[in-house]
């Protein structure tokens, strides 16, 4: 699975990048993905909806044993 995970990330890296900021898969914990927010997603007021509405739903698209998505703290 985490591999399937990854290679999701690795798609829509870019976008995120595109505007300044990153995304690393940290962990996965019983179905919980968890992800670290880097750059300009670091306090940016949109980056929750980033994460649930873009990277949550795109991953859960291709891997859906995947319960949620989550970010962690650097």
């Known amino acids: ?3 399937r995970v990854q290679k999701v990330i690795d798609r829509i890296r870019p976008a995120v990048q ?3 900021g990153d995304i690393q898969l940290v ?5 919980v993905v968890r ?3 880097v750059g300009a997603c ?4 949109s980056s ?3 994460l ?7 991953i859960r698209a291709e891997v859906p044993e995947v ?8």
């Open 67 to 74: 319960v949620s998505v989550e970010a962690v703290p650097e």
């Open 52 to 58: 649930k509405m873009g990277i949550e739903r795109a």
């Open 48 to 50: 929750t909806m980033t």
């Open 18 to 20: 595109m505007d300044g």
């Open 1 to 3: 699975m985490k591999e």
């Open 35 to 37: 992800v670290r927010l």
């Open 27 to 31: 962990d996965i914990v019983e179905g």
């Open 42 to 45: 670091v306090g940016c007021p």
